[in-house]
């Protein structure tokens, strides 16, 4: 007579308890938050200090500073409202319902999508919530009133982003239905800041005209630092959206990163081929387009597909900047200080629309849920005979692209709007002569104060007596 096998049990780390109940991946939800704060470094300190050493010496406080509220503003906006505004239960077909993210059973519960709690979720979330106002923030340095920049974040969060995000990520969102490709944020977070930047300079107005024609980094060493982070970081801005420890996870990882240094290299040559100068600041030009192209496309695309979309994103954002920018009346009239246009409007929306013509039925398998038959590529579209489900696919990518250009111009314009009627959008000309020191009273680097006192500053304090 046989014994019976002895009952299987779980080793104690995987069994499932109070703190980690039996629908928490442990590895996935490890997973996830590290890729947020991966994601999170890229604004602070990332973009921060990009900002910081890329513009003139003294709106170098200024450029940081702007990056480091709206970091915080939105945290604490997103708790409030913004993240049910963006991901919960639908009020409108691009809108949820307004509801605070801070209660504990809301909190602990199972996110809506992934083996996650939802306050990894609501954090995950934030942070690209967050970068989307910093990159904002790129196109109005150097002269927008930090008063109305308080002001614009969180309205433009409240107004804007919850629309798009909504719309787009979320499973109740009307785009999301329609079957709009956007993996980790070319629509949502890249063509938005880019369009929303332009219109908010528009309406900010320029810097001083001698501002505009002389602005140099006042240190690239420190800009290239910030690039670092951002790149990197990029590692779990398309890394974690799977919300899972995956194989898509991976592949997501690797184009990211062939893309970009694809599209760093492609915008490296025509620098050489046409100006004949190597340049430092165009390297990074070409490696935020390479970054921003990729993204609606990440997990969806094979390798080969990443370099030709980073041929792409090295050239033909190069080109709108070049040439095309030289021109137009409107693109030379507003003052878009670090060309968000170019690096995110751009190269967002030919990222969005080269996922449509690339995305791989497999891969769209492995990521999408539901009904996964309406994802396909163009081009697979026609290897494999559904050519209209292919075109149908290139005019929802089209179509999100109209919905957020559209949605940007107008929300941003009346929050600009808005704000100016409470206090003026632009600094003073005198303040705008000085910068740093008349906004804030401090200075970024300052080695002698005035008279025989040798005292040495850093940014924001003092560091000798």
Aim: charged share 10%.
């Amino acid at each position: 007579m046989s014994l019976a096998p002895p009952p299987f049990v779980l080793p104690a780390n995987l069994a499932p308890d109070e703190s980690s109940p039996g629908w928490m991946s442990k590895g996935d939800n490890a997973w996830q938050l590290t890729a947020a704060t991966l994601v999170g470094l890229q604004s602070v300190p990332g973009l921060m200090i990009l900002y910081g050493g890329g513009v003139k010496k003294k709106w170098a406080v200024n450029s940081a500073f702007m990056a480091l509220y709206a970091f915080a503003c939105v945290l604490v906006c997103w708790v409030l409202w913004g993240y049910h505004m963006s991901f919960g239960h639908r009020m409108l077909p691009f809108w949820g319902r307004i509801d605070v993210a801070l209660d504990q059973d809301f909190l602990l519960a199972k996110a809506f999508s992934g083996m996650l709690p939802n306050a990894t979720m609501v954090y995950f979330q934030f942070v690209f919530a967050a970068i989307t106002l910093i990159l904002i923030a790129g196109a109005l340095l150097g002269r927008m009133n930090f008063y109305a920049w308080m002001m614009f974040v969180p309205l433009w969060l409240t107004f804007s982003y919850t629309f798009g995000a909504f719309s787009i990520w979320c499973p109740d969102g009307f785009l999301y239905r329609k079957g709009l490709m956007d993996y980790s944020g070319g629509y949502v977070i890249h063509l938005s800041s880019g369009v929303a930047g332009f219109t908010a300079a528009y309406w900010v107005g320029p810097r001083l005209r001698k501002d505009r024609e002389r602005f140099p980094p006042n240190n690239i060493l420190l800009m290239l630092a910030g690039a670092g982070l951002l790149w990197m970081g990029w590692t779990g801005f398309n890394g974690g959206d799977p919300y899972a420890v995956n194989i898509d996870a991976s592949l997501a990882v690797i184009n990211t990163h062939i893309c970009t240094a694809t599209s760093l290299l492609t915008w490296l040559v025509l620098d050489l081929v046409v100006f004949s100068k190597a340049s430092v600041i165009g390297a990074v030009q070409g490696m935020i387009t390479g970054l921003v192209c990729i993204t609606p496309a990440a997990g969806l695309v094979q390798g080969w597909a990443a370099i030709i979309m980073g041929v792409c994103s090295g050239s033909i954002p190069w080109f709108t900047m070049m040439v095309v920018h030289k021109k137009f009346e409107l693109l030379q009239k507003v003052d878009d200080t670090m060309a968000v246009f170019h690096t995110h409007a751009v190269a967002g929306s030919l990222g969005g629309i080269l996922t449509g013509l690339f995305a791989e039925p497999r891969l769209n398998r492995i990521f999408f849920t539901g009904n996964i038959e309406k994802y396909i590529g163009l081009f697979y579209g026609l290897q494999t005979g559904r050519v209209q489900a292919g075109f149908r696919q290139i005019g929802v990518q089209l179509l999100g692209i109209v919905f957020i250009i559209t949605l940007n111009v107008v929300v941003t314009s009346w929050i600009c709007l808005v704000v100016q009627s409470v206090v003026p959008l632009r600094m003073s000309e005198e303040d705008m002569e000085i910068g740093d020191e008349a906004v804030h009273g401090e200075e970024a680097y300052s080695l002698w104060e005035d008279g025989n006192d040798s005292s040495v500053h850093a940014v924001g304090g003092r560091i000798g007596a």
